[in-house]
């Protein structure tokens, strides 16, 4: 059995996205009527993944972070790299929230008119932020940890290796 084979339903979307974490056997609280919380063992790390249902302008809001707090120092430079990642993005964005040091991936999936979400379409949100977070990550930590500049995190973060040894 698939994703595909789970029943769609005309509920909510975040009952789709329930439905989803349930499938993958993920952890998962179900704050309210209006958010999910979902937690995920990636490569890299921990990713701690909020849907909101966002009645007001009709959209499923994505937020999801990793267990990488950025000193006061580094932010500067992590801003620097934040700008320099989200203009290789053509979907979502990284954003640092300031008051809590913490590095986020953030989407939406617009449903205006009373559409419903498909559970293809909530699969596609996910993976987007997992794979941007997964990607992404250890640039985070060269600028945090190791002190190198946006530049210099970028290269060595994008830096693939052909063939083995």
Request: charged letters at 25%; glycine letters at 6%.
């Amino acid at each position: 059995m698939s994703l595909m084979d789970i029943p769609q339903g005309t509920g909510s979307p975040l009952d789709v996205v329930e439905r989803l974490a349930s499938f993958n056997d993920w952890s998962f609280d179900r704050a309210g009527d209006d958010e999910i919380t979902i937690s995920i063992t990636g490569r890299w790390a921990d990713y701690h993944v909020s849907f909101t249902w966002m009645d007001d302008i009709e959209a499923l809001h994505l937020a999801c972070a990793f267990d990488l707090k950025v000193p006061e120092r580094r932010r500067g430079e992590v801003l620097h790299l934040i700008a320099r990642l989200n203009e290789r993005l053509w979907i979502g964005h990284f954003d640092l929230w300031t008051n809590d040091g913490l590095i986020m991936f953030r989407h939406a999936l617009v449903l205006t008119g009373g559409v419903s979400a498909t559970n293809r379409q909530c699969e596609a949100l996910l993976d987007a932020a997992l794979e941007a977070c997964e990607r992404n990550f250890q640039a985070f930590q060269f600028v945090i940890w190791a002190g190198k500049s946006a530049a210099e995190a970028l290269d060595a973060a994008m830096f693939e290796t052909a063939g083995e040894a």
